[in-house]
T-cell receptor, first 115, second 112 residues
């Protein structure tokens, strides 16, 4: 089974640039999540989609972060403009939905460095 | 609000030591509880989950019991190996909710 695919695996951006991260969820999954991961903060939820509809948009990230789900098999996370504090690993995950045994499948992440 | 607490940010053990990672949760609902493991360079992956209170989940020698009385879901392993070095996340999801709530994570380092 194909898992969650994230591209690119690594990204280096200069301060002020616009970057777009991509995610392909597991086929048939209804829910898609974007997380930012840092050593200090751990996993922080950026966006949550259900059947392509935005369910939750992390309050602290609204101004420069925008996630979209163009179709059920593709999502993007745009950061505009980037700042050095955005350096982190960005994880995408998908899930079948709300059944009691539904768990997340994570991608391998995109490691972003902003200089 | 709902929360998951992992007090231990880092645990360092030797091979064959006993592992105990503390996890407590807070919610008014009826959650499913999870442990995820994240190896270096990878995304987190499901280690085990338990849907029903008082049940135990187990996988690859790891165990966790859903204790509704103490609202805890501690992770244990009798004898750790170097390959268990990873970050472990406790998480919960309430009934009919899609979103998982994660703890801060515990980094486990095993000395050979």
């Amino acid at each position: 089974d194909a898992g969650v695919t994230q591209t690119p695996r690594h990204e280096v951006a200069e301060k002020g640039q616009t970057i777009i991260l991509k995610c392909e969820p597991v086929s048939g999954h209804n829910d898609l999540f974007w997380y930012r991961q840092t050593k200090i903060q751990g996993l922080e939820l950026l966006s949550y989609f259900r059947s392509k509809s935005l369910m939750e948009d992390g309050g602290a990230f609204k101004d420069r972060f925008k996630a979209e789900m163009l179709n059920s098999s593709f999502s993007t996370l745009k950061i505009q403009p980037t700042e050095p504090k955005d350096s982190a690993v960005y994880l995408c995950a998908s899930s079948p939905g709300t059944a009691a045994n539904s768990d997340y499948t994570f991608g391998s992440g995109t490691r972003l460095l902003v200089i | 609000g709902d929360s998951v607490i992992q007090m231990q940010g880092q645990v360092t053990l030797s091979e064959n030591d006993f592992l105990f990672i503390n996890c407590t949760y807070s919610t008014t609902g009826y959650p499913t509880l999870f442990w995820y493991v994240q190896y270096s360079g990878e995304g987190p992956q499901l280690l085990l989950q338990v849907t029903t209170a008082n049940n135990k989940g187990s996988s690859r020698g790891f165990e966790a019991t859903y204790d509704k009385g103490t609202t805890s879901f501690h992770l244990q392993k009798t004898s750790v190996q170097e390959i268990d070095s990873a970050v472990y996340y406790c998480a919960m999801r309430n009934y009919n909710q899609g979103k998982l709530i994660f703890g801060q994570g515990t980094k486990l380092s095993i000395k050979p």
